[in-house]
T-cell receptor
Framework: TQLLEQSPQFLSIQEGENLTVYCNSSSVFSSLQWYRQEPGEGPVLLVTVVTGGEVKKLKRLTFQFGDARKDSSLHITAAQPGDTGLYLCAGKGSGGGADGLTFGKGTHLIIQP | GAVVSQHPSWVICKSGTSVKIECRSLDFQATTMFWYRQFPKQSLMLMATSNEGSKATYEQGVEKDKFLINHASLTLSTLTVTSAHPEDSSFYIC????????FGPGTRLTVT
């Protein structure tokens, strides 16, 4: 069974600060996705990382996939109140074919004005 | 593109009854869809993989006779919760894959 440890589970910071969310596993994933979920809604895809060492940027969000494809991080620069939400990392197995995703427990992020 | 819908968005049913939830891919075809369950304050847990034209594959601990999955077409998968009990109350979310997995808006099931 593949597990994804996501940390921190809760984070409350002031507007303008930077933060990093981590997603770690002992398993190798063929790809890793980051989602954002609002209450009562389905997760919305932010980014997919596929290659070990890959870095992707989405405005103030920077996503990195570890060299060994076992871990990933999400860094937010100058956080805004609109960034508040639940952030989920999810990994796809390396077995090939159509696989369901293994989700981390999520990070509840609150950005205070 | 890559829009997935679910119906209903919420449903309340009595214990012992069955409830059907639909998942549709609106602008693409999906041979594989996935069903997840999310309890309050928790993350998503994969329940089963729905395969068009063949039997679904269930994750360990998920009762296939209780959670019936039918993937009759390339754009529709249904999940039927049979003989529902209060502990089945949860947020059920489907996804369909086209390069990445795109999720539906979820269905809130409350069993009284």
């Amino acid at each position: 069974t593949q597990l994804l440890e996501q940390s921190p589970q809760f984070l409350s910071i002031q507007e303008g600060e930077n933060l990093t969310v981590y997603c770690n596993s002992s398993s190798v994933f063929s790809s890793l996705q980051w989602y954002r979920q609002e209450p009562g809604e389905g997760p919305v895809l932010l980014v997919t990382v596929v290659t070990g060492g890959e870095v992707k940027k989405l405005k103030r969000l920077t996503f990195q996939f570890g060299d060994a494809r076992k871990d990933s991080s999400l860094h937010i620069t100058a956080a805004q109140p609109g960034d508040t939400g639940l952030y989920l990392c999810a990994g796809k197995g390396s077995g090939g074919g159509a696989d369901g995703l293994t989700f981390g427990k999520g990070t509840h992020l609150i950005i205070q004005p | 593109g890559a829009v997935v819908s679910q119906h209903p968005s919420w449903v309340i049913c009595k214990s012992g009854t069955s409830v059907k939830i639909e998942c549709r891919s609106l602008d693409f075809q999906a041979t594989t869809m996935f069903w997840y369950r999310q309890f309050p304050k928790q993350s998503l847990m994969l329940m089963a993989t729905s395969n068009e034209g063949s039997k679904a594959t269930y994750e360990q601990g998920v009762e296939k006779d209780k959670f019936l999955i039918n993937h009759a077409s390339l754009t529709l998968s249904t999940l039927t919760v049979t003989s529902a009990h209060p502990e089945d109350s949860s947020f059920y979310i489907c996804s369909a894959e086209v390069h990445e997995q795109y999720f539906g808006p979820g269905t809130r099931l409350t069993v009284t």
